[in-house]
Structures are given as structure tokens and as C-alpha cells.
């Protein structure tokens, strides 16, 4: 009965306090992805967004942001096609997510959307 006690006071503490919590395992995949030449994580990274079905014809600038429970990340602007963020499992899995879907599902590391292009004055 202690050790179950423990256990459950154990993991509540762990639910309500992430900073308690254990790190992440290292992902190995994604390390993988990081020892690659800029222009090939690139191009991990626009295959990941076409395979999930989304489009993404030129990809431009990326980024490392914060894991997001044992998924390693990155964001990626695609012109045409948008803001993504790509969290990448130990496995290899990617899941891919457009950035103005991610900032209402509070996930972490999009870019600041882009402020809107101002028309000329006309004269």
C-alpha cells in the first residue's frame, strides 16, 4: 500500500509540475537530421511537410524550437504554402502542423505571423 501511495503521489507531483518531471530521452533521429548539411535538413524537412499533404514549393527559412514532449522540432517557412512546425519521434515519425493551427493548439515555436503586406498609396 506505501509503495503504491508513493507511486501516485509520485506521478501526480510529475502531471501537475513538468519542471519535476524527467527530460526527454535524447532523440536519435532527430540528431541524425541535425548532423545533415543545412540545404539536406531542408529538404528532410519540406518531404516530411509534402508527405503529411501540405504544400510547400520553395522552403526557406527553419528553425530548431522547443521539444515538445519527446518529439524533437523545427519551423518552416514554404513559399507557396505557409508557416508549418515539424516535430519529428525517435522513429522517424513527423508530425506536421500548419503554425496557425499550432498557435491554437498552444504547441510551441511557431514564427510571429507575417504583418500584412501595405498596398501602395495611391496618388
Given amino acids: 500500500m506505501m509503495k503504491s501511495l508513493v507511486a501516485l503521489l509520485a506521478a501526480t507531483a510529475a502531471a501537475l509540475s513538468p519542471a519535476w518531471a524527467a527530460p526527454p530521452p535524447p532523440n536519435a533521429f532527430a540528431q541524425r537530421i541535425l548532423k545533415l548539411d543545412p540545404a539536406r535538413q531542408k529538404a528532410v524537412l519540406r518531404q516530411a511537410i509534402t ?33 508549418y512546425l515539424i ?37
Avoid at 88 to 102: F, I, L, Y
Fill in 51 to 83: 508527405n503529411d499533404g501540405e504544400r510547400c514549393g520553395h522552403i526557406g527559412d527553419t528553425s530548431r524550437v522547443p521539444p515538445y514532449k519527446n518529439l524533437a522540432g523545427w519551423s518552416a517557412r514554404c513559399t507557396p504554402g505557409g508557416d
Fill in 87 to 123: 516535430f519529428v519521434g525517435p522513429d522517424g515519425s513527423a508530425q506536421v502542423r500548419r503554425c496557425e493551427d499550432a498557435r491554437k493548439l498552444k504547441l510551441p515555436g511557431c514564427p510571429p505571423p507575417e504583418p500584412p503586406a501595405k498596398k501602395p498609396a495611391r496618388k
